[in-house]
């Protein structure tokens, strides 16, 4: 894999056991507005349900963020390898680079919901981040009341590191938020505690 932390375009495709994170196209339109229209995907998150033009709207930035110089941001879909279908979405973008601070954000079509999807590429998001973006902490937020989404972040070795109170208000009411984070030192533990 190239150093995408240079300054050049170049698109970014990803492997996992069982999917293929690549960058979205004009093409996944469809596919990205059915899981964004759905009001139970969406329900934790600060956007959506999408309407039509609400994703073409998100797609056209992901597109763009493709041509940034350097890049920020990296909006991937998620691939299932065994129904070749587009299942969901996951980014990393750089907050802070000269702290060297990312954040992580995934989504999934509830149709895959507990197939263990968000943990596969979100984790390979965060050795993306590592390893080819150089960073050294990154950060991931939930509502407290996205337990899966929790469990996601712990699964890739992240710790809670603190709650806000009434934090967003969002869909007719003020939500609590975690904030989770892991440095690149304890990501590497944790990698090497898993491969025990």
């Known amino acids: 894999m190239t150093d995408a932390s240079k300054d050049t375009y170049e698109l970014i495709t990803l492997k996992t056991a069982r999917c293929t994170l690549r960058e979205f196209t004009s ?3 469809a596919a990205v507005h059915e899981y964004a229209q759905d009001a139970e995907t969406t329900k934790y998150l600060d956007w959506g349900p999408n309407s ?4 073409t709207v998100f797609l056209n930035e992901s597109l763009g963020f493709q041509l940034e110089i350097p890049r920020t941001t990296f909006d991937m879909a998620v691939i299932s390898d065994a129904e070749n279908r587009l299942v969901g979405a996951s980014s990393v973008t750089i907050i802070d680079r000269e702290n060297k601070v990312g954040a992580l954000g995934y989504v999934i079509n509830r149709k895959y919901w507990g197939s263990g999807y968000a943990s596969e590429a979100a ?3 965060a050795r993306f981040a590592f390893e080819q973006l150089h ?8 509502d407290s009341l996205n ?3 929790e469990k996601v972040m712990r699964n890739i070795g992240m710790t809670l590191e603190q709650k806000f109170a009434r934090h967003k208000f969002m869909k007719g009411k003020y939500r609590d938020e975690l904030l989770y984070s892991v440095t690149r030192d304890d990501w590497a533990a944790h990698l090497r505690n898993r491969s025990r």
């Open 123 to 125: 984790a390979a998001l």
């Open 135 to 142: 960073m050294e902490k990154l950060l991931a937020t939930c």
């Open 147 to 149: 337990v899966a989404s």
């Open 52 to 55: 039509l033009k609400d994703t």
């Open 27 to 29: 093409a996944d339109l």
